[in-house]
């Protein structure tokens, strides 16, 4: 007899961490971004935390359909406080995805594989509250190149930490 313990159908990973860690050891103010995949985006989120959803985002991927069943659970998600960004979209994707998109406080923007300067203007004008991170940073050159754009919100291999508006130096992972 098999568990759900990997799946992510009952118990989401970040979820417990920020739970059995605390969310003020994890970051005092910051967002805590926790990944959920198309199965798990339907477990019993409220239970299994009981931070302050507004400190939540929910991290979604591709995985999850522009289905009515997916923007009737994000809705429901969201009108209990949580927050959600999305990621692994292709530009091909915009479109399709554009009723889940309306619904993102968030999105990541892989640098490798879309053109970040010409998805800035799609979202600026589409969905303009979403804010924009810069994904899959792996160098200092990269960050100065994609600040210089006007990007505040950054991901990548290259940082320790999450950076926020106000860093301007940043250290590569040893």
């Not at 971004?33 to 009981?50: G, H, T, Y």
């Not at 994000?74 to 994707?93: C, N, P, Q």
Request: glycine residues 6%.
């Amino acid at each position: 007899m098999g568990t759900g313990i990997n799946s992510g159908i009952g118990q989401i990973n970040g979820l417990d961490v920020i739970e059995s860690t605390g969310i003020q050891t994890l970051s005092e103010d910051a967002d805590i971004f926790v990944p959920v995949n198309d199965i798990s985006l339907f477990a019993d989120i409220e239970s299994q935390c009981k931070a302050p959803t507004s400190r939540i985002v929910i991290l979604i991927d591709n995985s999850v359909k522009p289905e009515p069943v997916f923007v009737d659970r994000i809705k429901t998600l969201r009108s209990h406080g949580y927050r959600f960004a999305i990621r692994k979209l292709f530009v091909a994707d915009f479109e399709l995805y554009r009723e889940i998109l309306q619904l993102m406080d968030f999105i990541l923007l892989d640098y490798k594989r879309i053109d970040i300067s010409k998805a800035k203007i799609y979202f600026n004008l589409t969905c303009p509250h979403i804010k924009l991170i810069a994904s899959g940073i792996a160098t200092q050159g990269m960050f100065d190149s994609l600040k210089f754009e006007g990007y505040k919100l950054f991901e990548g291999s290259f940082y320790r930490m999450p950076l926020t508006q106000g860093s301007t130096e940043l250290s590569p992972l040893k």
